[in-house]
């Protein structure tokens, strides 16, 4: 099993910046990648960006340019570095880990992140 513990949510005014952490603990050597994930309400979740272990990255276009996806895996714990951010970006933000295949996934319990003036 892997637990994950996310922080870092919290209140913004547009054009702001957030940083969420992602702390995995557990079965650590069975995960290979890392992503976010959000879910506003009445919509669908999506990904957000990922990483592997060996540091590849993939993002949704909507933040493309705006967030940044890290790793380290000496900590087991992801970041997202978001700027620049928008209304459209409040949501709640899910910490999702996978293991080696994507055979197995775990889920944090979320953090909100609400862009308003």
């Known amino acids: 099993q892997v637990q994950l513990v996310e922080s870092g949510g919290g209140l913004v005014q547009p054009g702001g910046s957030l940083r969420l952490s992602c702390a995995a603990s557990g079965i650590i050597f069975s995960i290979d990648v890392m992503g976010w994930y959000r879910q506003a309400p009445g919509k669908q979740r999506e990904l957000v960006a990922e990483i592997t272990r060996g540091g590849s990255t993939n993002y949704a276009d909507s933040v493309k340019g705006r967030f940044t996806i890290s790793r380290d895996n000496a900590k087991n714990t992801v970041y997202l570095q978001m700027n620049s951010l928008k209304p459209e970006d409040t949501a709640i933000y899910y910490c999702?880990?996978?293991?080696?295949?994507?055979?197995?996934?775990?889920w944090g319990q979320g953090t909100q992140v609400s862009v308003s003036s």
């Open positions: 999702k880990a996978e293991t080696w295949g994507r055979r197995a996934a775990y």
